[in-house]
């Protein structure tokens, strides 16, 4: 988990849903699979992308358009290889 925490109170709804229309409206990130939920310390960024270089691009701008937020990221990164190996089944 990465946290991003200035010092600033709780976000109010508008924030929150700012970021998620950024995250969705951007055509840098237009990431619709992120979830962005309020906690009394901050804002946490839910989801999963398909490299840590997209989740650190998403964390950037949203860092970068809302500075005084503190935001902690549970964004996962999705395995994009071929599994190594066979699935047995029952």
Do not use: C, K, W
Not at 30 to 38: C, D, K, L, N, P
Not at 40 to 45: A, I, K, M
Request: hydrophobic share 35%.
């Amino acid at each position: 988990m990465t946290v991003h925490d200035p010092g600033a109170g709780p976000p109010d709804e508008y924030v929150e849903a700012e970021i998620h229309r950024l995250l969705t409206e951007d055509p840098a990130v237009a990431e619709q699979g992120i979830t962005v939920v309020r906690t009394e310390r901050g804002l946490v960024l839910y989801g999963e992308v398909e490299s840590a270089n997209r989740r650190n691009e998403i964390l950037r701008r949203v860092a970068g358009r809302f500075p005084d937020v503190p935001i902690t990221s549970d964004i996962g990164v999705t395995r994009t290889q071929a599994p190594t190996e066979i699935e047995q089944l029952p």
